[in-house]
């Protein structure tokens, strides 16, 4: 298989930056309208079109090229660096609005939008992207869209580029749907919590301290500055922070960064059991997780132990409803909210009748979603192994009928 090396700009069709923030101020935004984007929508290689924010269709006339339409590839130049999507031909709207942190580009007929972000997205393809970034203050790339115009790529016919796109869609298709999946059981198992305990009443529960019920642990960083204790070998222990709640999904099972055994051993880290109920309770207060295999944690997080599993998925429904404002001393409760308070939060008891009956109920719908998880982590790993072979022509697919 033949590559050319191509400049971006002669790739391209249009490029354009968001607007200046004087033109999209607080005050624009509105219940809904022409959707705004932001960094969460540009989470993986295709629109992430979970939550928006929205602008009148007066003022997304207004902002004329920092609308962005089906086809385009949009990418951030700003903060969260490197992120890259593109926007589907089945997306649920015609237009979009892009952010100040964001540049929008057109393809043109000489490449597919799809495969642009693919290749943005290998290792090769994120250093180029990056090669110009500034961590000074808030991460940036410099002069964005002139620089983006001189990136080299290595660009195959376009026959071939839709074979690498065919074969990388079916993954990512398959993952999305898994995750629609999972997104749909998680709602009915919050709905089926919600009518078994919050919309009832029953006399015979309890309410009692968190850490009477549960044995609560918290995590540990070792001496940041002391490198050694820090891998980012699988092989290594598990090492939970906030971020990864954040993006893991009901259960926890790899994390960005690992510690040495050396450091767990040296440290007194604690490690959690699996199928261990994960809280984080500073800066981010609220995110839930459950442990899929043992791991340990930073110190920002709360480990719920116990020795009666049953209560795991009521624990989790429990902790995923709880007003966390109620805990706070004061206005800020990112600052408010330490390892006490959640060791003394309140934690309502309900009948063992009740525990059995909602696992009964529940459990299957948990492991479904953690089989899912799994396939989703399996599906990721063998596309991101892929990718840069596919985008190299290591793996030659042109003879392959996709």
């Known amino acids: 298989m033949v590559f050319e090396e191509i400049l971006a700009e002669n790739l ?40 928006f924010g929205y602008v009148t269709e007066e003022k997304a006339d207004s902002l004329g090229k920092a609308n962005a339409s089906r086809g385009d590839v949009v990418i951030t130049h700003r903060g969260t660096l490197g992120q890259a999507v593109f926007i589907p031909q089945n997306s649920t709207r015609d237009r979009y609005v892009i952010s100040q942190s964001q540049f929008r580009v057109k393809c043109n007929e000489r490449i597919l939008p799809e495969y642009m972000v693919y290749y943005l997205h290998t290792p090769q393809g994120r250093h180029k992207l990056l090669a110009n970034a500034s961590q000074v203050g808030v991460p940036a790339l410099a002069r964005a869209t002139s620089t983006f115009k001189k990136i080299v790529f290595e660009v195959p016919d376009i026959k071939y580029q839709e074979k690498v796109v065919s074969f990388l869609e079916l993954i990512r298709e398959k993952i999305e749907k898994n995750s ?70 009901l259960y926890i099972s790899s994390t960005s960064e690992q510690l040495t055994k050396e450091a767990v051993e040296r440290h007194n880290v604690k490690v959690v059991p699996d199928n261990t109920v994960l809280l984080s309770f500073k800066l981010t207060v609220g995110r839930i997780a459950i442990t899929n295999g043992e791991m340990t944690t930073n110190e920002a997080i709360a480990h719920f132990k116990t020795e009666k599993k049953v209560i795991n998925e009521y624990l989790y429904c429990y902790l995923k409803c709880f007003n966390y404002q109620s805990m706070g001393s004061t206005s800020s409760i990112a600052t408010a909210v330490n390892s006490k308070i959640i060791k003394g939060m309140p934690f309502v008891v309900p009948t063992d009748d009740e525990v059995e009956e909602f696992h009964e109920i529940v459990a299957p719908m948990f492991a479904q979603i953690k089989a899912n998880q799994i396939e989703i982590e399996s599906l990721a790993t063998l596309r991101d192994t892929l990718l840069p072979k596919l985008m190299s022509g290591e793996i030659d697919v042109s003879s392959i009928e996709v």
């Open 12 to 51: 391209l069709e249009e490029i354009s930056m968001g607007p200046f923030g004087s033109n999209i101020k607080k005050e624009c935004f509105t219940d809904s309208g022409v959707a705004v984007l932001n960094g969460s929508n540009l989470v993986g290689f295709s629109l992430n079109e979970d939550t």
């Open 180 to 249: 629609v999946i999972n997104n749909n059981l998680l709602e009915q198992v919050l709905a089926i919590y919600r009518n078994s305990f919050v919309n009832t009443i029953n006399a015979e529960r309890k309410t009692c301290r968190a850490d009477e019920y549960f044995d609560i642990s918290i995590g540990k960083t070792p001496p940041r500055k002391e490198t050694q204790w820090f891998s980012t070998n699988p092989e290594d222990v598990n090492w939970v922070s906030i971020s990864d709640m954040g993006t893991c999904g």
